[in-house]
């Protein structure tokens, strides 16, 4: 097994939220440094209230020398510590993210598209950039906060045992108390909200995205104001949850505060009568009040790290639900090794066999299709027609093997499941109802399917497909298309799919709704030509189709219904 392969294959088994954390040197070195920052900075005011108040004392010089010295040591640490410690921890968690990302979508394609469900584009969109974006913040705002609070808050308290014992005491009651304070309230009022949050701000990315693509249809039909009101609504909600945990941080930062106020009280309380008997010295009385009042400014982090926490968990949970651990029952997963390089050459028509065909979606009550028996014979063009639900594409899903099946489907007489994915998709190919045109150039958009094909093949598909004059007169291959194919129309889209699909030389063609976002008598014509151009060339052709097909077109016709064959 390769590094590669055994490296993903252990990420695949771990959480979002483990994954998203960086080990090694370097994040040990962040750690290190900020524990160490957060020490000095208690030192640093404990050691500058000892020194003040020993020098009202008057005593010689030389006994103030060495608490100078550390206070200089303590702020220069302060600061250089800070430095190194966000420098370290920033770099560590931008490389682990980097990992993330690799991960998540490496997960994203073995799901992908079948496995993604009803999520729709914004909202995914939304979790792989924004939510996925927020998981930086364990690492840097959590794990890394909390280490450093903790390995303060201990040190001090054994400080001041060693100063007072009942002040020591006041202080650990001080830190219990404001972590009560501070985490149960932050968890009880915010852990909802900030699932609610997340899940809105999908909805308002997919809500915008929909509205952007189809935004000539919600003028035509007089909707488009009450579609932006709605995306308004929904936004303001939003808002209005951000402010809402605005206002908990600060309350709570508020609370932390009066917390620390009355431990610094406690403690002048609680030592003040050793000094009155001169069981202990003034200075030393100073250096234990001024540690809790350097250290709540440390422990006020805490509060923050938990409610960013929430928000983490919130942003991993949504990554996870879209890119699981474990690919759902159903889903063909995409192995780790890549396809025997030998498999993917296909030199010659394909006969597809289907017998008593079963899909069942992950989680459904009944098969989307059940019991289906075919056959495809190299050559043919074959209608799968049926209305909408009748279980279409689902069936070209197994077909492609974005989901499993059970039954029997073979590729010239080997079953598919025990093929590479990748094999059975080089042989069977999807032209899909709208299909991805790329914002590059048409060469470019060509030379996805075979990238050593030469500019006179390109111009030859292009000619066969029936776009040679149109490329002519745009200027060449290096003709732009435009974002989404903003620069070509419907049919001119599907053809430069065809002819994408020519070059990769599939055997069988699946042509999803082909003429579904044409003009009907254009659709009709473009389907004529992106048949005879793939029958000409030797292709089975299978038209997907809830509409009647030119029958001189057609050797055969099935038809669905509820997931089954019909008869005849």
């Not at 304070?181 to 932050?186: C, E, H, I, N, Q």
């Not at 009066?258 to 100073?286: M, N, T, Y």
């Not at 070509?488 to 990769?504: D, I, T």
Request: with cysteine; glycine share 8%.
């Amino acid at each position: 097994m390769s590094r590669r392969t055994a490296v993903g294959r252990e990420a695949r088994g771990a959480s979002v939220l483990r994954l998203a954390m960086p080990h090694g040197a370097g994040w040990a070195k962040a750690v290190a440094a900020g524990s160490l920052s957060a020490l000095c900075a208690v030192a640093l005011l404990a050691a500058s209230g000892y020194l003040i108040t020993r020098a009202a004392e008057h005593p010689p010089i030389l006994y103030l020398t060495l608490v100078m010295v550390g206070v200089r040591a303590f702020a220069l640490g302060r600061a250089v510590l800070r430095y190194v410690d966000r420098l370290a921890g920033h770099d560590a968690s931008f490389r682990q993210l980097a990992v993330v990302r690799t991960e998540m979508y490496r997960r994203l394609a073995s799901v992908a598209p079948a496995g993604l469900g009803r999520t729709g584009r914004g909202d995914l969109m939304t979790r792989l950039v924004t939510d996925t974006d927020r998981l930086q913040d364990l690492p840097i705002r959590v794990v890394g906060p909390l280490v450093s609070a903790v390995v303060a808050a201990v040190l001090s308290v054994v400080a001041v045992a060693l100063v007072s014992v009942p002040a020591a005491l006041v202080l650990v009651l001080a830190l219990a108390v404001a972590a009560l304070v501070g985490s149960v309230a932050t968890t009880a009022i915010a852990e909802r909200s900030e699932r609610e949050t997340a899940a809105d701000r999908g909805r308002v990315a997919d809500l915008v995205l929909d509205t952007v693509r189809t935004l000539d249809v919600f003028a035509a039909y007089g909707t488009l104001q009450g579609r932006l009101a709605h995306i308004a609504r929904l936004d303001a909600a939003v808002t209005r949850a951000v402010r809402r945990r605005s206002a908990v941080e600060s309350l709570v930062g508020a609370l932390v505060g009066l917390v620390g106020g009355g431990a610094v009280i406690g403690v002048l309380a609680v030592a003040a009568p050793a000094v009155v008997s001169g069981a202990l010295r003034g200075p030393l009385w100073a250096l234990a009040v001024f540690v809790p009042l350097a250290l709540f400014e440390v422990v006020g982090s805490v509060p923050l790290a938990v409610l960013t926490f929430r928000r983490v968990r919130a942003a991993a949970d949504r990554v996870e639900e879209i890119v699981p651990t474990e690919v759902p029952a159903g889903i063909v997963a995409e192995p780790d090794e890549d396809a025997d390089p030998a498999a993917l050459v296909v030199d010659g028509p394909v006969t597809v066999a289907v017998r008593d065909l079963t899909v069942r979606w992950p989680g459904a009550d009944r098969p989307a299709v059940d019991g289906v028996s075919f056959d495809l014979h190299p050559g043919e063009v074959v209608v799968l027609a049926g209305p909408s639900g009748a279980g279409k594409s689902t069936l070209v899903d197994a077909l492609l093997r974005f989901v499993d099946h059970r039954g029997s489907y073979t590729l010239d007489g080997v079953e598919a499941r025990t093929m590479h994915p990748d094999a059975v998709r080089a042989r069977i190919g999807l032209i899909e109802q709208d299909p991805f045109v790329f914002d590059q150039s048409v060469r470019q958009n060509l030379l996805f399917a075979r990238d050593t094909a030469t500019d006179a093949e390109l111009l030859a598909v292009l000619d066969r497909v029936g776009l040679g004059n149109w490329v002519g007169r745009r200027g060449g291959l290096d003709a732009p298309v435009g974002e989404r194919g903003a620069l070509v129309s419907g049919g001119q889209a599907h053809r430069l799919a065809l002819a994408r699909a020519l070059l990769h030389a599939f055997p069988v063609l699946i042509l999803d709704e082909p003429t579904a976002d044409v003009d009907p008598d254009l659709g009709a014509a473009v389907l004529r030509d992106l048949v005879t151009t793939a029958r000409a060339a030797g292709r089975t052709v299978v038209i997907v189709s809830h509409v009647p097909v030119a029958p001189d077109l057609v050797d055969r016709t099935l038809r669905m219904r509820d997931g089954r064959l019909l008869a005849g």
